[in-house]
């Protein structure tokens, strides 16, 4: 089974570790983490990805805004993009669809919800 990417873009190194561990319970993924927009454009230029995960506030661009650059950037449309975010279920979901992700997930992360998503995401 090949090795599944996941590049998440999260400045905050606690939510970075934490999403780490999570994913760590799924066999077969590794995280990569970027720190800001520019990192993650760095990374998605290199190729390989399989799912991004995007915080909200980041350094140097809204998360909202890099899914259209890194897209831009070669990263394949049938890459699944989401939104992390700490913001209301209603506000993630308006933030997501305007940004083009596919869909969105809430802080604080719920384990083996985002578990399942993962699944999903990721078949």
Not at 6 to 20: F, G, K, R, S, T
Not at 38 to 50: C, H, K, N, P, S
């Amino acid at each position: 089974m090949t090795a599944r990417k996941i590049l998440y873009v999260e400045d905050d190194p606690v939510n970075a570790l934490l999403m780490q561990g999570i994913v760590e319970l799924r066999p077969g993924c590794s995280v990569v983490v970027a720190r800001n927009g520019a990192e993650a454009r760095r990374l998605v230029a290199l190729g390989g990805i399989d799912l991004v995960l995007c915080d909200l506030r980041l350094p140097d661009i809204a998360g909202n805004e890099l899914l259209g650059e890194l897209r831009a950037l070669g990263l394949p449309a049938d890459v699944p993009a989401l939104l992390v975010t700490a913001e209301s279920e209603a506000v993630a979901a308006e933030l997501s669809q305007s940004g083009g992700f596919d869909g969105h997930w809430t802080k604080p992360l719920d384990v083996a919800a985002t578990l399942r998503s993962l699944e999903r995401w990721l078949a």
